[in-house]
T-cell receptor, first 112, second 110 residues
Framework: QKEVEQNSGPLSVPEGAIASLNCTYS??????FFWYRQYSGKSPELIMS????GDKEDGRFTAQLNKASQYVSLLIRDSQPSDSATYLC????????????FGRGTSLIVHP | NAGVTQTPKFQVLKTGQSMTLQCAQD?????MYWYRQDPGMGLRLIYY???????DKGEVPNGYNVSRLNKREFSLRLESAAPSQTSVYFC?????????FGQGTRLTVV
């Protein structure tokens, strides 16, 4: 069973702070990694993708990947109350099926 | 741009009833998926279709069947609903491994 693990939270941060969300995965051969944001009662939406080791920045979001340690993280700078949501990590494992496997998600609360 | 459209949005079934959840995408994606989401359990894959004419079981297929009617449409059928199938169901399609989700169907089985 290929697993994707996330701390369920909630992670509570003050407005303007950096929120750090982490994800570990079990399949060392995984190649593609994604972060989805899901507001309460809504469907997940893709916010970041990362494929190689290092950092990838998009606005206030930075995805970080370390394949040797098998973890991927999402940093949200200058957190806003509108960032309050559940963040899902998804991994495309090796083996040819290319199906996204999702973690259980981390609930983020940004308080004013 | 409609993206991925699911119907219905809400449904209440009695135990033993059957129903079909409909999903259609207009993005010309080959791959389509059905997930269920339960509190604390994340998204669990029920069935997927890598291309028109093919379907495969995911992590939790028991009690469900699927049909990939054409490239656009991928339906999920509950033949005899059980309370354990109370959940939120999401259909998704993907391109380059990036998944795009429908708005979800909230199903309650009583």
């Amino acid at each position: 069973q290929k697993e994707v693990e996330q701390n369920s939270g909630p992670l509570s941060v003050p407005e303007g702070a950096i929120a750090s969300l982490n994800c570990t995965y079990s399949d060392r051969g995984s190649q593609s990694f994604f972060w989805y944001r899901q507001y309460s009662g809504k469907s997940p939406e893709l916010i970041m993708s990362i494929y190689s080791n290092g950092d990838k920045e998009d606005g206030r979001f930075t995805a970080q990947l370390n394949k040797a340690s098998q973890y991927v993280s999402l940093l949200i700078r200058d957190s806003q109350p509108s960032d309050s949501a559940t963040y899902l990590c998804a991994v495309i494992s090796s083996g040819g099926s290319y199906i996204p496997t999702f973690g259980r998600g981390t609930s983020l609360i940004v308080h004013p | 741009n409609a993206g991925v459209t699911q119907t219905p949005k809400f449904q209440v079934l009695k135990t033993g009833q059957s129903m079909t959840l409909q999903c259609a995408q207009d993005m010309n994606h080959n791959s389509m998926y059905w997930y269920r989401q339960d509190p604390g359990m994340g998204l669990r894959l029920i069935y997927y279709s890598a291309s028109e004419g093919t379907t495969d079981k995911g992590e939790v297929p028991n009690g469900y069947n699927v049909s990939r009617l054409n490239k656009r449409e991928f339906s999920l059928r509950l033949e005899s609903a059980a309370p354990s199938q109370t959940s939120v169901y999401f259909c998704a399609s993907s391109e380059s491994f990036k998944a795009f989700f429908g708005q979800g169907t909230r199903l309650t089985v009583v």
